[in-house]
């Protein structure tokens, strides 16, 4: 079965430190993986998607970069943190199958940025 | 741009009832429908998913459906239970099925 690992679970970083958030997804081959951040009684927003290595599609202009260096890897990054970087995030994937695309989600790592 | 919308925010039933939660979303071009649940401070468990082809799924208490031409979905629950309580999300996909959209969600409560 499929499996998707994400972390850290927390994590507290002083302004102006960088990130580092790793996803993995174990038990499929070429997925779709996407990055989410979820904001306070907010909606989810998609911050990038990778359709392969090396792919990444951003779809907000922002503070963060992500990299897929594996197949089944999946990294989140910024240089530099700004406050407004906190918030819950989440990594999905998904394996094409037609119209029967179904996404998973990890756990999700809670930023606070102090 | 794809906007979802959920409606109500927030319900509070007494255990035992049934109830609806809406999504409505404003492109009809979807490739699928997706209801999640969010426990507080946890990532989302996937329900249901319908095609954009299908009308409805059902899980166990869950029934979802589906009316792309009108822009709607709805989850019936049934006979609610105090473990219900949660966030329930519903997500549209692009016709390319690589986006996703997602609902700001309904807080669920049930009164045991």
């Known amino acids: 079965s499929q499996t998707i690992h994400q972390w850290p679970a927390t994590l507290v970083q002083p302004v102006g430190s960088p990130l580092s958030l790793e996803c993995t997804v174990e038990?499929?081959?070429?997925?779709?993986l996407y990055w989410y951040r979820q904001a306070a009684g907010r909606g989810l927003q998609l911050l990038f998607y990778s359709v392969g290595i090396g792919q990444i599609s951003s779809e907000v202009p922002q503070n963060l970069s992500a990299s897929r260096p594996q197949d089944r890897q999946f990294i989140l990054s910024s240089k530099k943190l700004l406050l407004s970087d906190s918030g819950f995030y989440l990594c999905?994937?998904?394996?094409?199958?037609?119209?029967?695309?179904?996404?998973?989600f990890g756990q999700g790592t809670r930023l606070t940025v102090v | 741009k794809q906007e979802v919308t959920q409606i109500p925010a927030a319900l509070s039933v007494p255990e035992g009832e049934n109830l609806v939660l809406n999504c409505s979303f404003t492109d009809s071009a979807i490739y699928n429908l997706q209801w999640f649940r969010q426990d507080p401070g946890k990532g989302l468990t996937s329900l249901l998913l319908i095609q954009s082809s299908q009308r409805e799924q059902t899980s166990g208490r869950l029934n979802a459906s589906l009316d792309k031409s009108s822009g709607r979905s709805t989850l019936y629950i049934a006979a609610s239970q105090p473990g219900d309580s949660a966030t329930y999300l519903c997500a549209v996909s692009t016709n390319t099925g690589n986006q996703f959209y997602f609902g700001t969600g309904t807080s669920l409560t049930v009164i045991p």
């Open positions: 999905a994937w998904t394996a094409l199958r037609g119209r029967n695309t179904e996404a998973f």
């Open positions: 038990g499929t081959s070429n997925p779709n």
